[in-house]
């Protein structure tokens, strides 16, 4: 069984940055591609950015590309989300989620591809 624990969201001001953290346990973390997602009140989750196991490749959203960044520690068993220029619509809870798929350099979008999920941490831009 694979846990995930996200932390560092909160409120922030419009323009302002976070940085959201996802320590993972359970197996061998480096492995596996890891992704965050976003869901804000009344909407679906959503794919926001992903990375590959050994971190070669990364993938986002077209809505947060130039402002987020994904990067991961294996060292760690750590995965980060840099949120920049936050805008009042990047206001969701944010989850990570872990592949099931070893060793593989792509990164999947959907959410029904992610087989461990975190249990979310809130943020909050506001304007």
């Known amino acids: 069984q694979v846990q995930l624990a996200e932390s560092g969201g909160g409120l922030v001001q419009a323009g302002g940055s976070l940085r959201l953290s996802c320590v993972a346990s359970?197996?061998?973390?480096?492995?596996?591609?890891m992704a965050w997602f976003r869901q804000a009140p009344g909407k679906e989750r959503a794919f926001v950015a992903g990375i590959t196991w050994s971190g070669g490749f990364t993938y986002y959203a077209d809505s947060v590309k130039g402002r987020f960044t994904i990067s991961r520690d294996n060292a760690k068993n750590t995965v980060y989300l840099q949120m920049n220029s936050l805008k009042p619509e990047d206001t969701a809870v944010y989850y990570c989620?872990?592949?099931?798929?070893?060793?593989?350099?792509?990164?999947?979008?959907?959410?029904?591809?992610?087989?461990?999920w975190g249990q979310g941490t809130q943020v909050t831009v506001s304007s």
């Open positions: 359970g197996r061998t973390f480096s492995r596996y591609g």
């Open positions: 989620a872990a592949d099931n798929r070893p060793y593989i350099e792509d990164v999947a979008l959907g959410v029904p591809q992610y087989e461990y």
